[in-house]
């Protein structure tokens, strides 16, 4: 069940259309929106100007510093991406909804890796 709300999400994320209306949605939904880009790896220019929306309007939550991190990850900025993971951990350290610790950490793992191939 959970496969296919994502699939049907990610078609919604891509459609035009709901990119126009963008303006009158929460900013909960546009979140969700972002994140569904960063996910889909669709349209993500959109989904990081989403998010910087959102993060302005709500800087204090931390659950909305979490998408744009994904956003950058996709977009393969890994660097600024591990960077904005931060804000969230520091945000919220033991947050019960999502261990932000967690998502920093897969961020960090592949670059460690990707420097130890590097200096062999």
């Known amino acids: 069940m959970f496969r296919t709300a994502y699939r ?5 994320a891509r ?18 929106l972002a994140w569904l880009c960063g996910s889909c790896g669709s349209e993500l220019e959109k989904g ?3 998010t910087e929306g959102v993060v302005k309007v709500a800087p204090y939550k931390a659950t909305y510093h ?3 991190a994904q956003v950058l990850a996709a977009q393969g900025k890994l660097d ?11 945000l ?8 932000y610790r967690v998502s920093l950490r897969e ?14």
Do not use: Y
Not at 17 to 31: A, G, K, Q, Y
Not at 113 to 118: H, K, L, V
């Open 15 to 32: 459609e035009q259309s709901l990119f126009t209306r963008e303006r009158s949605l929460p900013i909960r939904d546009l979140n969700h």
């Open 66 to 68: 979490d998408t744009p």
């Open 48 to 50: 990081r100007r989403h």
């Open 80 to 90: 600024e991406a591990t960077a904005t993971q931060r804000r969230p951990v520091a």
């Open 8 to 12: 049907m999400g990610c078609h919604i």
């Open 107 to 120: 961020l960090i793992e592949p670059k460690a890796r990707q420097g130890q191939t590097e200096g062999r």
């Open 92 to 99: 919220d350290p033991w947050s019960s909804r999502h261990d």
